[in-house]
């Protein structure tokens, strides 16, 4: 699914935030991606996610080479990928449901084949009432809850969360653990970036641990 070969990665001229990465992230796998902050969990995330390119080392994603992919091609590629970013980027002009809904319009879809999905796993993540409103006036948990929502509609092949409970309750983190689990099990690959120790002790997940640009696999 996504196959690093040594890679290392720098911003500019600074020095090398990720150094010498090798492993793959196998089909249908789940796994924690951790480690202090700073220590390049968001980093490695871009590069899963093709909007970063290594400096030096391969980095393939569904099988290709992403510092030869075509331009043009990425978008289709992404679609392939849900994710949860760390700030959420929700398009502020548009509702909950309706951002939530996109990856389906961006695909084509009729409104009438998904609207009642939608509105389950807005009603799931506790987002009933919350629907017909503009993110800016969401908070936090509430905006981290839409864009994991967003992430997990179309059933990506992949899903990459950025600490995706960073602004919600410990019950609610279990929650939307127990989503990225049911959605593990139709078939997607799994990466979850987080500092949350006890998020982590809940499961017995594969755990990718970060620390001097280095990555360590426990299985
Ligand atoms: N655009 C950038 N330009 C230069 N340096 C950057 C850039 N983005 C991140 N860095 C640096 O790369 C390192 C890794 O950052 P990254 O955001 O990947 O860490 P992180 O593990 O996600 O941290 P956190 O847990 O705080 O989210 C940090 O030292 C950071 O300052
Ligand atoms: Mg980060």
Redesign the pocket.
């Known amino acids: 699914m996504i196959d690093f070969d040594n890679v290392g990665l720098r ?2 001229m ?1 020095p090398e ?1 990720l150094r010498d990465l090798t492993f793959e992230v196998p089909r249908r796998s789940f796994q924690f991606l951790t ?12 590069l899963m996610f093709m909007s970063l390119q290594p400096t030096r080392g391969f980095v393939r994603v569904f099988g290709q080479d992403i510092t030869t992919i075509p331009q043009q091609e990425l978008p289709k590629l992404r679609r392939r990928i849900g994710i949860v970013f ?1 700030d959420f980027r929700l398009l502020d002009h548009l509702t909950t449901y309706e951002n939530v809904a996109l990856p389906l319009r961006v695909r084509g879809k009729e409104e009438t084949s998904y609207r009642t999905d939608v509105m389950e796993l807005l009603k799931w993540v506790g987002l009933g009432d919350r629907m017909n409103v503009l993110p800016p006036i969401l908070s936090g948990g509430e905006k981290q809850r839409a864009a994991i929502a967003r992430a997990l509609i179309d059933q990506p092949e992949i899903l990459l969360a ?2 995706p409970t960073g602004n919600v309750d410990a019950p609610l983190a279990r929650r939307l653990l127990r989503l990225f689990l049911e959605l593990n099990k139709l078939g997607t690959a799994v990466i979850i ?1 987080t ?1 949350d120790l006890s998020l982590m002790d809940q499961i017995d997940a594969r755990r990718m641990i ?1 620390s001097g640009g280095r990555l360590e696999i426990y299985e």
Do not use: C, F, I, W
């Open positions: 911003y500019g600074g935030v480690g202090p902050s700073g220590a390049g969990k968001t980093t490695l995330l871009r760390q950025d600490e970036a500092h970060l």
